[in-house]
């Protein structure tokens, strides 16, 4: 199996070998590109657990993933927040561990300068929270505006209600579950048994050897009827 691993900060390509030189987990859009070329095609699962980063990174990686030509399987295996939860809605299927999280909100900037400065800050943030919804609008049909608001109050969202609003495609381990509950279904519950096994009362030597002395006695018997037929 191909797995590609977005695990970390998402980072620039120009930052990554400051991570990698502390020997810190990042991801970067060059080093996915590089195994996107390897894969050729075939079929991946990518892993997630990040708690975001660069927005223009977690962008191009997102469009690398759109654009590869194999089937590409997202599974969150813990977090996916800010551009990560961006990254995540790039898959063809998207599976969400029932204990991981996806976490959503707007982009920020470190800014100086006049009020012109910061209206124009301003205006360029909601432009790159606009860009951003609309990975989340693809893969879920939400509008905009519902976006958007779940954004502006940093929305934490579980494997259960990410499913609900259409940003993933199942739950892992959820089939197995129901799986195993069906191979039980319809068996006594352990506590049950152990009652019945105190409350009825087994066969001991003698009755056995009694029923079994009945049993060879019947079967005389129909030998018997046989014969006295023929």
Known sequence: MNVLEVKGPIV???????????????????????????????????????PG???FAGSEIYTALKSYLGNVAIKIVGMAASAASVIAMAGNKV????????????????????HRDMEHTADFLKGINESISNAYKIKSGL?????????????WITSKIALELGLIDEIMFENENLQVVANVDGMLPTHVINKLKNTIKKPNNKDLERKQKELENKLKEIDLTLMLKE
């Open 12 to 50: 620039s390509n120009d930052d990554y070998w400051i991570y990698e030189w502390l020997d810190y987990e990042a991801t970067c859009p060059k080093v996915i590109n590089q195994q996107l070329k390897e894969f050729k095609g075939q079929d991946i699962t990518v892993e997630i657990n990040s």
């Open 53 to 55: 980063g660069s927005v």
């Open 95 to 114: 599976s969400m561990s029932p204990t991981a999280q996806i976490m959503i909100h707007n982009a920020s900037v470190v800014a100086q300068g006049d």
């Open 143 to 155: 509008s905009t505006e519902e976006l958007l608001e779940m954004m502006d109050n940093e929305t």
